[in-house]
């Protein structure tokens, strides 16, 4: 079993347990998938984004929205492979109407889900895209306008917070920046 097969083993068994949670008010009827996250069990690098919406809830796959679709093009641009890295969300279930998740909701899902699948992955760097995962990470709050592009550390891991795909799209003169968030982040790998 390669490295990459060992690590996938154990986020699929990190997994099981965690395919109907109901440790938090995310566990609702209406919730079609837990989506846990997708890409290379032994990536160098995690993109971790906010929480799921309709599309990757519908789908269980994080990331294939709108905004999702705007990701992969701008990683395309840059060219990175989904494939190659991987991308999950700080809070696994979709909140209601697409809202920011509570404390209770990012933490739960932090201490049972994002902090395992961290530890397995053993990413060289994190990339979080938004102010609700990067809090989630660090545990204060931030303002992204001001701590975008910069390397701060989660724990031993350097951590490059920017902006979400969503913000970008709705600010399109936000791009540049965006763009070389992710090129410096990229930057520390050969793909």
């Known amino acids: 079993?390669?490295?990459k097969e060992h690590k996938q083993h154990l986020l699929d068994q990190l997994y099981e347990p965690y395919?109907?949670?109901l440790l938090c008010p995310l566990a609702?009827?209406?919730r079609k998938s837990v989506v846990f996250g997708e890409g290379n069990a032994d990536a160098?690098?995690?993109?971790?984004?906010?929480a799921p919406g309709k599309d990757e809830d519908e789908q269980g796959v994080p990331f294939?929205?709108?905004s999702g679709r705007f990701l992969t093009k701008i990683l395309t641009e840059l060219g990175i492979n989904r494939k190659d890295i991987f991308i999950t969300n700080s809070v696994k279930c979709r909140p209601p109407n697409n809202r920011k998740p509570t404390d209770l909701e990012s933490k739960t899902c932090k201490d049972i889900l994002l902090i395992n699948q961290i530890k397995i992955i053993q990413p060289k760097a994190?990339?979080?895209l938004g102010s609700a995962a990067t809090e989630s990470l660090l545990e204060m709050p931030i303002k992204m306008g001001k701590?975008?592009?910069?390397?701060?550390h989660f724990g031993e891991i350097p951590l490059f917070p920017t902006y979400h795909p969503a913000y970008i799209m709705r600010n399109p003169k936000k791009r540049d920046q965006f763009l070389r968030d992710l090129q410096k982040f990229f930057s520390l790998f050969r793909f």
């Open 147 to 152: 701590i975008h592009g910069t390397m701060l």
């Open 28 to 30: 609702t009827p209406t």
């Open 44 to 50: 160098q690098c995690m993109i971790i984004g906010e």
């Open 126 to 128: 994190i990339c979080t």
């Open 1 to 3: 079993m390669t490295q």
């Open 64 to 66: 294939i929205g709108k």
């Open 19 to 21: 395919k109907k949670c």
